[in-house]
């Protein structure tokens, strides 16, 4: 069970690695670094960018519960 979860966390974290490498600068740590305003959307929400931003979400806090899981499981 403990190998299944760490295959787990390695995909999560392939994903959320993609993802955010993937994403335009207006989202990522460029926008930070930048000064560019992260919250200047344009175009539809169902763009690339939005799909990817939900993906990293979402992969980071699965990833965070996996972490959180593995020391209670034998």
Do not use: H, Q, R
Not at 31 to 38: D, K, N, R, T
Not at 54 to 64: H, L, R
């Amino acid at each position: 069970m403990k190998t299944l979860l760490i295959v787990l966390m390695i995909i999560v974290w392939i994903v959320f690695v993609a993802s955010v490498l993937l994403m335009s600068p207006k989202w990522g740590l460029g926008a930070a670094i930048g000064g560019i305003g992260g919250n200047d959307e344009y175009g539809s929400k169902k763009s690339l960018e939005w799909k990817l931003k939900k993906i990293a979400v979402v992969a980071g806090i699965i990833f965070v519960i996996l972490v959180l899981i593995l020391p209670y499981v034998n």
